[in-house]
């Protein structure tokens, strides 16, 4: 596909101009949007005694490692250690990505290469919870989870947010422009159905479900309510919950605070960063065309 | 399979059965395939619409059983319940504000950053506050607007001499809604700015030249004449998630203000659900609050889809 800035630049001199001007205002406004971020790796870095400078500096003189120490090494009075937070975020996070595209593949391809009973009905409403704010199932999840004995498991972080709307969406806009002549070709060769499902369909649709983890990664990572409800005990606790509880603008916890903001960010923004030109690729066809 | 043991049981007669037998043969792949997101897809999303809808019409404290209360939360809600109309007021305002902002920044900051030169740097730098996570970053805005001298934000304005006395952003009921609209809009760009960024790339060439030939003249009208009209489906996807993250605020709200928060000032819609189920354990008066939303969002995603429909 060719890049759509179309119009012809003309070289004259105004024109020259006003993109420099463009490049200037937008080259500004990413330096503010991005500052909060700077800060935190900025500060993830600073040693106590540059926390209590007054007035406040933003740049770090002397950067030093102790923040993540403390944070890492227990020195926190807390019986839960860090690491145990780091764990549980990144063991259900990836649980949840690695299910939900292997089954809403399955299930896209299901729905659209094969036939089952009502797949018109069941899409509509697919595409219709796309249209509603998921606070609406939290308490009847709760209480299957509840009846379930599930809260305080990993479990109840992982199960409910496996079948997501928006991932069958994205995979199933993929499936339907794939060639059935491919899928043929794959039984005449004698492929059984999931040969064909995982040998033939999922290699050919790879920057879909590149996409589909990067995002699923993002939002489950982040997440709060659902860590929020199924879980109490502390040793289950999730990264983001535990952030929200050392929160607090006391200035002794502001080191360890940004070296824990640096742990929770850094890896959604490095993921998005490796992935980007993949991501921009796949959501062309996130449109829904009413 | 389970389908089959299902099937076979439900009915006695023998021509049913037979005919079941052929549904189940001449459907058993695609059902197969989508059997597991589709069970969890039922359990953990339509069935729980439904009784949430249920529940919100009795009263249940997950002690007792639920006793039909007809349409008395629904009532109390919007008659009694001062705490509800003060979250609904925030909301309101809350959305009105960062939604429509954050729809048309991420489509006009999408818009442009497609024609720059190193249009991936920039919007990696755009879209990175989107990816990270709400309840952290509100941690560290915090600290911009923390309420001593040490806070960025107050530091600046004294020096600069706008106010005398820090400001107490967070705590001050008359800021705290500004505090959690400011760190949103920072977070605003969403799914929206990639799905509009990558719909840019999805026009064909051709009609860009075609319409020169036809007389449009500057990046404008081909804006209004061929990119909008061609993005519909792109525009609906973006306004639905907007519509759907605005009215949804919570995580940013709590970490800024907390539950309860001073006087109400962050309390939101979702606070208010997630205060009556989670904290006191009314399910159906929290459900009603749930079923509320659930009515809000969806019309106005009916509306979207009304605007935006490909002709």
Same mark, same amino acid.
């Given at each position: 596909?060719?890049?759509?800035?179309?119009?012809?630049? +003309?070289?004259?001199?105004?024109?020259?101009?006003?993109?420099?001007?463009?490049?200037?205002?937008?080259?500004?406004?990413?330096?503010?949007?991005?500052?909060?971020?700077?800060?935190?790796?900025?500060?993830?870095?600073?040693?106590?005694?540059?926390?209590?400078?007054?007035?406040?500096?933003?740049?770090? @003189?002397?950067?030093?490692?102790?923040?993540?120490?403390?944070?890492?090494?227990?020195?926190?009075?807390?019986?839960?250690?860090?690491?145990?937070?780091?764990?549980?975020?990144?063991?259900?996070?990836?649980?949840?990505?690695?299910?939900?595209?292997?089954?809403?593949?399955?299930?896209?391809?299901?729905?659209?290469?094969?036939?089952?009973?009502?797949?018109?009905?069941?899409?509509?409403?697919?595409?219709?919870?796309?249209?509603?704010?998921?606070?609406?199932?939290?308490?009847?999840?709760?209480?299957?989870?509840?009846?379930?004995?599930?809260?305080?498991?990993?479990?109840?972080?992982?199960?409910?947010?496996?079948?997501?709307?928006?991932?069958?969406?994205?995979?199933?806009?993929?499936?339907?422009?794939?060639?059935?002549?491919?899928?043929?070709?794959?039984?005449?060769?004698?492929?059984?159905?999931?040969?064909?499902?995982?040998? !033939?369909?999922?290699?050919?649709?790879?920057?879909?479900?590149?996409?589909?983890?990067?995002?699923?990664?993002?939002?489950?990572?982040?997440?709060?309510?659902?860590?929020?409800?199924?879980?109490?005990?502390?040793?289950? +606790?999730?990264?983001?919950?535990?952030?929200?509880?050392?929160?607090?603008?006391?200035?002794?916890?502001?080191?360890?605070?940004?070296?824990?903001?640096?742990?929770?960010?850094?890896?959604?923004?490095?993921?998005?960063?490796?992935?980007?030109?993949?991501?921009?690729?796949?959501?062309?066809?996130?449109?829904?065309?009413? | 399979?389970?389908?089959?043991?299902?099937?076979?049981?439900?009915?006695?007669?023998?021509?049913?059965?037979?005919?079941?037998? @052929?549904?189940?043969?001449?459907?058993?792949?695609?059902?197969?395939?989508?059997?597991?997101?589709?069970?969890?897809?039922?359990?953990?999303?339509?069935?729980?619409?439904?009784?949430?809808?249920?529940?919100?019409?009795?009263?249940?404290?997950?002690?007792?059983?639920?006793?039909?209360?007809?349409?008395?939360?629904?009532?109390?809600?919007?008659?009694?319940?001062?705490?509800?109309?003060?979250?609904?007021?925030?909301?309101?305002?809350?959305?009105?504000?960062?939604?429509?902002?954050?729809?048309?920044?991420?489509?006009?900051?999408?818009? !442009?950053?497609?024609?720059?030169?190193?249009?991936?740097?920039?919007?990696?730098?755009?879209?990175?506050?989107?990816?990270?996570?709400?309840?952290?970053? *509100?941690?560290?805005?915090?600290?911009?607007?923390?309420?001593?001298?040490?806070?960025?934000?107050?530091?600046?304005?004294?020096?600069?001499?706008?106010?005398?006395?820090?400001?107490?952003?967070?705590?001050?009921?008359?800021?705290?809604?500004?505090?959690?609209?400011?760190?949103?809009?920072?977070?605003?760009?969403?799914?929206?700015?990639?799905?509009?960024?990558?719909?840019?790339? *999805?026009?064909?060439?051709?009609?860009?030249?075609?319409?020169?030939?036809?007389?449009?003249?500057?990046?404008?009208?081909?804006?209004?004449?061929?990119?909008?009209?061609?993005?519909?489906?792109?525009?609906?996807?973006?306004?639905?998630?907007?519509?759907?993250?605005?009215?949804?605020?919570?995580?940013?709200?709590?970490?800024?203000?907390?539950?309860?928060?001073?006087?109400?000032?962050?309390?939101?819609?979702?606070?208010?659900?997630?205060?009556?189920?989670?904290?006191?354990?009314?399910?159906?008066?929290?459900?009603?609050?749930?079923?509320?939303?659930?009515?809000?969002?969806?019309?106005?995603?009916?509306?979207?889809?009304?605007?935006?429909?490909?002709?």
């Amino acid at each position: 596909m060719k890049k759509s800035n179309s119009f012809n630049r +003309k070289k004259s001199k105004r024109n020259y101009a006003n993109w420099t001007i463009v490049y200037m205002l937008v080259t500004v406004l990413v330096i503010i949007t991005s500052l909060p971020l700077v800060y935190v790796i900025i500060t993830a870095f600073k040693p106590l005694d540059e926390l209590f400078i007054y007035p406040p500096r933003f740049f770090v @003189k002397r950067p030093t490692m102790r923040n993540f120490a403390d944070l890492l090494g227990g020195l926190s009075s807390s019986v839960v250690p860090f690491t145990r937070y780091i764990f549980n975020s990144l063991f259900t996070t990836s649980a949840i990505v690695a299910s939900t595209v292997l089954i809403s593949s399955m299930g896209a391809y299901g729905l659209v290469k094969h036939k089952i009973p009502f797949g018109n009905i069941i899409f509509n409403i697919i595409i219709g919870a796309l249209m509603f704010s998921p606070h609406v199932k939290q308490i009847p999840s709760y209480l299957v989870v509840n009846r379930l004995k599930m809260l305080d498991t990993y479990w109840a972080l992982i199960i409910p947010r496996i079948a997501v709307a928006y991932n069958f969406f994205l995979m199933k806009q993929f499936i339907e422009g794939f060639p059935d002549e491919l899928l043929e070709s794959g039984r005449m060769d004698g492929a059984g159905e999931w040969k064909v499902f995982s040998r !033939i369909m999922m290699p050919n649709i790879k920057p879909a479900w590149i996409t589909l983890i990067v995002l699923s990664f993002i939002l489950n990572w982040n997440d709060f309510f659902n860590a929020l409800i199924y879980t109490s005990n502390q040793s289950m +606790k999730v990264l983001t919950l535990v952030m929200q509880q050392v929160g607090g603008t006391s200035i002794a916890r502001q080191g360890a605070m940004a070296a824990g903001a640096f742990l929770v960010t850094a890896p959604v923004i490095t993921m998005y960063m490796a992935m980007q030109s993949n991501v921009l690729e796949t959501m062309v066809h996130s449109g829904i065309k009413a | 399979m389970q389908e089959t043991s299902v099937a076979i049981n439900v009915n006695k007669s023998p021509e049913l059965d037979q005919r079941l037998l @052929k549904g189940w043969y001449k459907y058993r792949i695609g059902i197969m395939f989508s059997a597991p997101f589709l069970i969890l897809f039922f359990v953990f999303t339509v069935v729980p619409v439904f009784t949430a809808i249920f529940l919100s019409l009795t009263n249940y404290n997950m002690i007792q059983k639920p006793s039909f209360a007809g349409i008395t939360n629904y009532r109390l809600l919007f008659t009694d319940d001062r705490v509800f109309l003060i979250a609904l007021k925030n909301t309101f305002i809350f959305a009105g504000i960062t939604g429509p902002l954050g729809y048309v920044m991420s489509f006009v900051m999408a818009w !442009i950053i497609n024609q720059l030169h190193f249009r991936n740097v920039y919007s990696l730098a755009f879209y990175a506050p989107s990816v990270t996570s709400a309840v952290t970053m *509100s941690t560290v805005w915090l600290f911009f607007f923390s309420s001593d001298r040490y806070g960025f934000i107050n530091d600046a304005l004294i020096r600069i001499g706008i106010i005398n006395e820090p400001i107490l952003w967070t705590k001050d009921p008359e800021y705290i809604l500004w505090v959690i609209v400011i760190i949103s809009v920072w977070m605003s760009m969403g799914t929206g700015f990639l799905v509009f960024l990558a719909g840019f790339q *999805s026009i064909p060439q051709y009609l860009y030249e075609a319409a020169a030939i036809d007389g449009i003249k500057n990046q404008f009208m081909q804006l209004w004449y061929i990119t909008l009209p061609m993005m519909k489906p792109q525009l609906l996807f973006g306004a639905v998630t907007a519509i759907v993250n605005a009215f949804g605020v919570f995580d940013i709200a709590v970490a800024v203000a907390g539950i309860p928060s001073p006087n109400y000032a962050g309390h939101t819609i979702v606070t208010h659900l997630y205060d009556y189920a989670f904290i006191r354990f009314q399910m159906g008066y929290a459900s009603a609050v749930a079923v509320f939303l659930f009515i809000l969002t969806f019309y106005l995603g009916r509306i979207s889809m009304k605007i935006f429909s490909a002709r």
